[in-house]
């Protein structure tokens, strides 16, 4: 049986057992016209004013999401722009929500928005590390402390635009994650992943309710002041959904449109799940391809083994990254050191969560960019050939495979 993989931007197609179980997200038409059901949805808003009331005169900053993100920005751009513009906004200024991701280029803003929005607006990259760069609006009620991006804060009108998918710790992206890690401080964002949040048994794929993550995030968005979202549902990187207006009721539109199209249930665990992250961007790196091994994780038995197919032209990710992962010599000693009381590096929740799957699951890596000795070096196993590992790793007894190919843009369950 051949399947086609999501990866990098080209895919990969592999031959596998016929009784592989492939687990798939429902498919959604794309919408015809994009640009055109954007901008139907900003003039029909959710729970929200209108555009029109809400920019009136005033500064706008939007915020949009940065690379590692396969948002379809120009068609979201493309009419939300032009209904500031109406709306009589006097400035418009988009704000790119990296987290603690590194900046955009200018060759990167120009394939995520289009040279025309690019020469014609002023982009701002957000520095989650730069405190120039940042404004202190509070505590949160659990005490930890808010910093925001000041270009944001300045602007008497906020729009946060994005997409809604499973999410490996906060349930669903979107909405308020704009926000949080979006662009607040690197202070903010190290509380809100912190271990103990990341351990919590609802801080995963499609928990909201009850997920200190996403409780903390709604939290400091709403501190922070949304006026109005733009979020879109996609499949194929295309729009499948569009979804504008209130900070939460916009997003639980969204959130129950993806929820009732990418949950998938299996009723029993495989022994083999082979993954990926979605493709280019999302396989950029190691770091961000740990969502789609999450994914799998969800119905791979105890001891059981992973594959996961993800191109990381990147490399394994940040230098914070990388460095706790070679730095332990076992997955056990990695989550024995992040969880250490007061102890703190950036991307160690990422680091936490790779750590517990390591701990409980054989992983294979395929990729076209890390070497096999820094592989090794990160606790996976590198294979140059997904079909003949499968047909190794099955060579003694037959086994229940599963097929993840879109990787976390389907969440898998368990019935029993």
């Known amino acids: 049986m051949q399947v086609k993989l999501a990866y990098g931007q080209e895919g990969l197609t592999v031959d596998l057992p016929s009784h592989a179980v492939v687990v798939q997200p429902k498919a959604q038409p794309a919408l015809a016209d994009e640009a055109g059901a ?8 959710i729970g929200a004013p209108p555009i029109e009331k809400l920019a ?3 500064t706008v900053c939007v915020v949009t999401s940065d690379l590692t993100r396969p948002v379809p920005n120009k068609p979201i751009l493309k009419a939300l722009l032009p209904a500031l513009k109406r709306a009589g906004a ?7 929500a990296t987290g603690l991701h590194r900046p955009n280029t200018r060759e990167e803003l ?6 025309e929005i690019v020469a014609k ?12 760069e940042l404004a202190f609006i509070g505590n949160l009620s659990d005490g930890a402390p808010l910093w925001v991006n000041r270009h944001y804060l300045e602007a008497e009108c906020r729009i946060l635009t994005g997409f809604i998918e499973p999410h490996f710790f906060a349930g669903f992206s979107g909405g308020r994650k704009a926000i949080l890690p979006g662009i607040a401080g690197e202070e903010s964002i190290r509380a809100n992943h912190q271990a103990l949040f990341i351990n919590h048994p609802k801080a995963t794929f499609g928990e909201l309710e009850g997920n200190p993550v996403h409780q903390q995030m709604l939290e400091a968005a709403k501190m922070a002041g949304v006026d109005f979202i733009v979020n879109v549902a996609t499949g194929d990187h295309r ?25 998938a249930a ?16 999302m396989d950029l790196n190691l770091y961000q391809a740990v969502k789609g091994l999450a994914a799998a994780a969800k119905i791979t038995r105890p001891g059981g083994s992973i594959i996961l197919a993800a191109q990381c032209r990147e490399g394994i990710g940040g230098a914070e990254f990388e460095a706790l992962l070679k730095g332990a010599a076992s997955p056990e000693e990695l989550l024995e050191r992040i969880q250490a009381p007061g102890f703190y590096q950036p991307d ?11 701990s409980q699951f054989k992983v294979y890596l395929y990729t076209d960019y890390i070497p096999p000795e820094d592989v090794r070096a990160c606790h996976l196993e590198p294979i140059p050939d997904i079909e003949k590992a499968v047909a190794e790793l099955c060579r003694e007894r037959k086994m229940r495979i599963g097929v993840l190919p879109q990787g976390p843009l389907v969440i898998p369950y368990l019935t029993r």
């Open 38 to 45: 954007v901008a139907e949805a900003i003039a029909d808003p």
């Open 56 to 58: 009136a005169g005033k």
């Open 90 to 96: 006097r400035s418009i200024k988009i704000l790119i």
């Open 110 to 115: 120009c394939s995520m928005f289009g040279q």
């Open 121 to 132: 607006y002023e982009i701002v990259n957000h520095l989650a590390k730069e405190k120039k």
């Open 239 to 263: 729009i499948t959904g569009v979804f504008a207006g209130d900070l939460e009721e916009a997003h639980k539109a969204g959130v129950d449109f993806v929820r009732e199209n990418s949950m």
């Open 266 to 281: 299996l009723r029993e665990p495989c022994d083999l799940v082979i993954t990926t992250n979605s493709g280019y961007p």
């Open 348 to 358: 160690q929740w990422t680091a936490q969560i790779l750590g517990k799957i390591l």
